[in-house]
C-alpha cells in the first residue's frame, strides 16, 4: 500500500494553492474510464431523487437546505439562515446539474460508503470528489464557523485501510470555490474488491456544510500524450472520398506498472463507449481511412494497463483523444434532357446542398446549379462535370451526364414554279430521309420528295424532312397557277363625226399582255380604256396573251357625220319607231333638247339625250300631231329646229 505514496513526484500533486494541510493525491499520469461516477443526475426540478440507503446514513430532506445530519440532491443550494450560505450550481455550472448538499451531523462519521468490485491487481486507482464549502466567511457563525475536513479512504472488505487522504480544514471563500479532492493508490496482486469511504472529520455545530459532486473511482496510468503525426493539434478533418493515412502516436512517461500493455481504441459515439483498434498494440497506430469510411467524429485514445489487464475496461488508463473528423461528401444528382437535335434547347440541372461549378465539354466553367442552351449545337455535345464544394472544402465531381446533340437535315424544297391552270408539276424535295408536304390538296402522294401538283389556285407548300435521329427542317415553295387570258372590248359604241368616245375594254388572266388594232385613231393602244375619234364605222380588236395563251374581242364603233332628228314616230308600245330616237346627239352629252307643241307650249326637255323622247308630257300621251323642236349641241354652232310628226 505505501509504494503508492513513494512515486516520483510526477505523479503527485502537491496543492500549492492550499495549505499544506489541505494537499490533495490526484493522479497526474493519465485516468482510464470511471469505475464509479456518481454526478447525482441533472433535471430542471430543484430536488433531485436520494441516494440508495447503503450509500450513506444521513436522511434525505427535500429541501435544498437541510438541517444537521440531513443531506439532499439539489441542482441549486439554499443562501441558508441569515444568508449564511453559498447559492450554487454543480462544480460544472450546469443549472439543472444535481449534487449532493450536506450538513454534516454534530459527531464526526461517515456521509458516502460504496463497495466496488471486480478490480485488477497491480493496477493503480484515483478516487476523488468535487467538494465546496457552502458556509460564507463571516456568516452568522462568525470567525469559529466550523470548516468541513473530510478523509478519503479505501479499504478491503475486512475494514483494513489499504490508502487514505485527510483534505484538512476546507477554508469559506467569498465566492464559491469547488475544488477537487481525493488520492490514489495501487492494488496488491490479489485485490478485487474495496470499500470507499468519506468521512466527516468535523464535529456538528454551526458550520460544516458542504456540496459533494462528480464521485470518481477510476484507474490511474502513467502520462500518455496522445497527436497525431505532422499536426500542430489533436484533430485532424478529412473528406469522405479522400483516401488519408493518419498516423497517430502518444508520448508515454514511466509509470506504475511494471509490465505495460498498450491498446488503441476508437470510438464513434462521443467517447461514451469504445472499441479496440485491431493490431494497434504500440505506441503508434495509423489508421487508414476509406470512401466508405463511416462520416462524423472518429475519437482514438491510448489505452494502458498491466499485462493481463489491458482487455479489463476498469483496469485501463487512457490517454487524451484524438479526433478524426470525417466530413461528408457533398452529394449531387444531374438530371438532364435526353439526346436533343441541333438547335432545341438542351438543359441541364444539379441538384445538391452546396454551390455547383460546372466545366463544359470546350473546358469553359460556370457557377450555378442550372445550364440553359437555347440553340444547342454539336460544339456543345460532351462530358459536363458538375462540382460541389462543401462549406468544410470538401469537393465532389459528378461527370454522370453526357450531352448528345444530333445534327438536323437540310431541307430544300426546290426552286417556285408557274404553272397553268389545270396543269401539273413536280415538287423536288431533298435533304432528308422522311418527307412531309402540307398541304396535301392536289398532291400526287404528300409523303415522298419528288410529289406531283396539280393545284388549282396558287398554293405555297411546306416541306418538313426528318433524318434518322427525328430531327427536322422545313422549306417551302410556291406553285403559281397562271389564269387562261379572257378579252372584253366592252359594248359597242357612237360617236358623231370630229368627236371621240371611250372603249372600256377589260381583261383576265396572269401576267397578261394586251393591246388594242387598229392603232388608227386610238389615243393608246396599250391601255384598256382608250379614246377613239374615228372618220368612218370602225371595228376595234382587243387582243391579250399570257404564257398559258391568248384571247380576244371585237367592238365597233358607229360614226354619225351629222345630227339627224327623225321627223316622225309612233310611240304605241308596238316595238317599232316607240321613241324620238336621235343617236348622234351621243357625241354631244351637254346638248340641250326641247320639243313645243303647235300653241308653244313645252312638253319635253332634256340636256344630254340619254332617254329618248317617248311622246309623253306629264306621263300622259301627248295628242297625235305635228310638234317642234329646238336642239341646241352646246357647242357654239348653229341651233338646229323642225317638226316631228306623232302618230
Request: proline share 6%.
Amino acid at each position: 500500500m505505501l509504494r503508492s505514496l513513494l512515486k516520483p513526484l510526477s505523479v503527485l500533486i502537491p496543492c500549492l494553492l492550499i495549505n499544506l494541510a489541505a494537499c490533495t493525491q490526484l493522479c497526474q499520469g493519465t485516468l482510464g474510464d470511471p469505475v464509479v461516477n456518481i454526478t447525482f443526475g441533472s433535471g430542471a426540478a430543484l430536488i433531485g431523487s436520494p441516494l440508495p440507503s447503503w450509500i450513506t446514513n444521513y436522511t434525505f430532506d427535500y429541501s435544498n437546505g437541510p438541517g444537521d445530519t440531513y443531506y439532499t440532491i439539489a441542482n441549486l443550494s439554499s443562501t441558508g439562515a441569515g444568508n449564511s450560505w453559498h447559492s450554487t450550481t454543480d462544480h460544472t455550472g450546469d443549472n439543472n446539474g444535481y449534487f449532493m448538499i450536506v450538513n454534516a451531523s454534530y459527531s464526526p462519521g461517515d456521509f458516502y460508503l460504496d463497495t466496488i468490485h471486480h478490480l485488477c491487481g497491480n493496477t493503480t486507482y484515483e478516487f476523488a470528489s468535487w467538494i465546496v464549502n457552502l458556509n460564507k466567511p463571516n456568516s452568522i457563525c462568525g470567525a469559529g464557523v466550523i470548516r468541513p475536513n473530510i478523509t478519503f479512504s479505501i479499504e478491503k472488505l475486512n475494514g483494513a485501510v489499504l490508502a487514505s487522504f485527510t483534505t484538512g480544514a476546507i477554508e469559506p471563500t467569498n465566492d464559491p470555490s469547488w475544488l477537487q479532492y481525493g488520492l490514489f493508490f495501487t492494488t496488491q496482486p490479489n485485490t478485487r474488491d474495496v470499500v470507499i469511504r468519506m468521512k466527516n472529520n468535523a464535529p456538528g455545530g454551526c458550520g460544516n456544510d458542504l456540496g459533494l459532486d462528480d464521485i470518481t473511482f477510476r484507474p490511474c496510468g502513467r502520462n500518455a500524450s496522445a497527436y497525431i503525426e505532422s499536426m500542430s493539434g489533436n484533430r485532424i478533418n478529412i473528406c469522405q472520398n479522400q483516401a488519408t493515412t493518419v498516423k497517430l502516436n502518444a508520448m508515454i512517461s514511466a509509470g506504475t506498472e511494471e509490465d505495460p500493455v498498450y491498446q488503441w481504441q476508437t470510438s464513434l459515439d462521443s467517447g461514451q463507449t469504445w472499441q479496440d483498434v485491431t493490431n494497434a498494440n504500440s505506441a503508434a497506430c495509423t489508421i487508414n481511412t476509406t470512401t466508405n469510411t463511416t462520416t462524423g467524429m472518429h475519437l482514438y485514445r491510448l489505452s494502458i494497463a498491466e499485462s493481463g489487464n489491458i482487455n479489463t475496461p476498469s483496469c485501463r488508463a487512457a490517454s487524451n483523444i484524438d479526433t478524426l473528423v470525417i466530413y461528408p461528401t457533398p452529394a449531387i444528382t444531374i438530371s438532364g434532357t435526353p439526346p436533343v437535335c441541333a438547335g432545341t434547347a438542351l438543359d441541364i440541372i444539379a441538384t445538391g446542398t452546396y454551390p455547383i461549378q460546372w466545366r463544359l465539354p470546350s473546358q469553359q466553367t460556370i457557377a450555378g446549379s442550372t445550364i440553359h442552351i437555347a440553340s444547342a449545337t454539336e460544339k456543345d455535345a460532351g462530358k459536363y462535370y458538375a462540382i460541389a464544394t462543401s462549406d468544410k472544402g470538401c469537393t465532389y465531381t459528378d461527370s454522370g451526364f453526357i450531352a448528345v446533340i444530333y445534327p438536323i437535315p437540310i431541307a430544300n424544297a426546290g426552286e417556285n414554279v408557274n404553272i397553268c391552270k389545270g396543269s401539273s408539276t413536280l415538287l423536288q424535295g431533298t435533304g432528308g430521309t422522311i418527307y412531309r408536304w402540307t398541304p396535301v390538296t392536289a398532291l400526287s402522294d404528300s409523303h415522298i420528295s419528288t410529289p406531283q401538283a396539280s393545284p388549282a389556285a396558287t398554293t405555297t407548300y411546306l416541306l418538313t424532312v426528318s433524318n434518322q435521329f427525328n430531327c427536322t427542317d422545313t422549306a417551302s415553295v410556291t406553285v403559281s397557277v397562271q389564269s387562261l387570258p379572257t378579252a372584253n372590248a366592252g359594248e359597242d359604241k357612237w360617236v358623231v363625226y370630229g368627236q371621240s368616245v371611250q372603249l372600256n375594254g377589260s381583261i383576265t388572266g396572269t401576267n397578261s399582255l394586251f393591246y388594242w388594232t387598229p392603232e388608227i385613231y386610238l389615243n393608246n393602244s396599250h391601255i384598256l380604256t382608250p379614246r377613239v375619234s374615228p372618220e368612218h364605222d370602225t371595228t376595234y380588236t382587243l387582243y391579250v396573251s399570257n404564257n398559258c395563251g391568248q384571247a380576244s374581242d371585237e367592238v365597233f364603233v358607229k360614226v354619225y357625220r351629222q345630227v339627224e332628228a327623225p321627223n316622225i314616230f309612233s310611240p304605241n308600245g308596238d316595238g317599232i319607231y316607240d321613241t324620238w330616237n336621235i343617236p348622234a346627239l351621243t357625241g354631244y352629252p351637254n346638248a340641250e333638247v326641247s320639243v313645243f307643241s303647235r300653241y308653244g307650249m313645252r312638253v319635253f326637255y332634256s340636256k344630254g339625250y340619254h332617254t329618248p323622247w317617248n311622246g309623253s308630257y306629264n306621263n300622259k300621251k301627248v295628242p297625235a300631231g305635228t310638234y317642234y323642236y329646238v336642239i341646241d349641241l352646246k357647242d357654239n354652232s348653229p341651233r338646229l329646229s323642225g317638226s316631228v310628226t306623232v302618230l
